[in-house]
């Protein structure tokens, strides 16, 4: 699948967490949030913990919130995946029934378009 992650979500209810650590602690947290995530969607049976062992400077409290933000992150990449692996399939079975994703759209659309007209005729009648 060509379909590869850009990013991962940072939550606002993290900040303190983060706001708690010294500036090269939080530097250390995100390097290995950023490595954790990356590596994750690739193979999900990496552990945050293999990763923070890359950051030996990273201290005990940022290693506690490094697993609280790395379980958001994991969470998030199997929903991710989840969804990827989902729109692939139907991708392969549009294509196996040769429907034209664009047709579909236009059709989509189109009916859109009667039932706001027989929306509006609907209340042109009342």
């Not at 390097?31 to 990496?46: K, P």
């Not at 923070?52 to 506690?64: H, N, T, V, W, Y």
């Not at 933000?69 to 549009?94: H, P, S, V």
């Amino acid at each position: 699948m060509t379909n590869e992650k850009k990013g991962f979500i940072f939550y606002f209810d993290n900040y303190p967490l983060l706001s708690a650590l010294p500036m090269e602690q939080r530097g250390l947290l995100f390097s290995a949030l950023m490595v954790y995530a990356d590596r994750v969607w690739r193979d999900t049976s990496v552990t945050l913990e293999e990763v923070m062992d890359g950051f030996p400077k990273l201290s005990q409290e940022a290693r506690i919130a490094c697993g609280f933000m790395g379980t958001a992150i994991y969470r998030d990449t199997l929903t991710w995946l989840n969804k990827r692996e989902y729109r692939q399939q139907n991708r392969q079975r549009n294509q196996a029934r040769g429907t034209d994703p664009t047709e579909v759209n236009r059709r989509g659309r189109e009916d859109i378009e009667r039932t706001r007209k027989l929306l509006e005729q609907m209340k042109r009648d009342v």
